[in-house]
């Protein structure tokens, strides 16, 4: 079994100019709780598929797909599968939304 992926290696691999093509469908250990799937997104060219739970606890939860941004290694601006933008992962918790206010 192949070991999964940290962020910064995938940062690495893009800021040196290399593709990711070859890890599509690796593991992925996101810094914000979950692994996931490295994967191409619609809106973004490379992103980790993960499904986050809800920060209260109830069960519920969500597919989101975190992508790189400002600083090298985070992969935590998640967004939707439609592409909207959910939050920053490193700022926030996922409330399902049952439990927004």
Not at 40 to 68: D, F, I, L, N, P
């Amino acid at each position: 079994m192949t070991k999964p992926l940290r962020p910064e290696e995938l940062d690495r691999r893009t800021d040196s100019g290399k593709s990711l093509d070859l890890w599509l469908g690796r593991k992925v250990i996101l810094h914000f709780g979950p692994t996931g799937t490295l994967v191409r997104h619609k809106t973004r060219k490379y992103a980790v598929r993960a499904r986050v739970g809800c920060h209260r606890g109830c069960g519920r939860g969500q597919t989101v797909y975190a992508v790189s941004g400002l600083h090298a290694g985070a992969w935590c601006y998640v967004y939707s599968r439609a592409g909207k933008y959910l939050g920053n992962m490193r700022d926030d918790v996922y409330n399902c939304g049952h439990h927004r206010s």
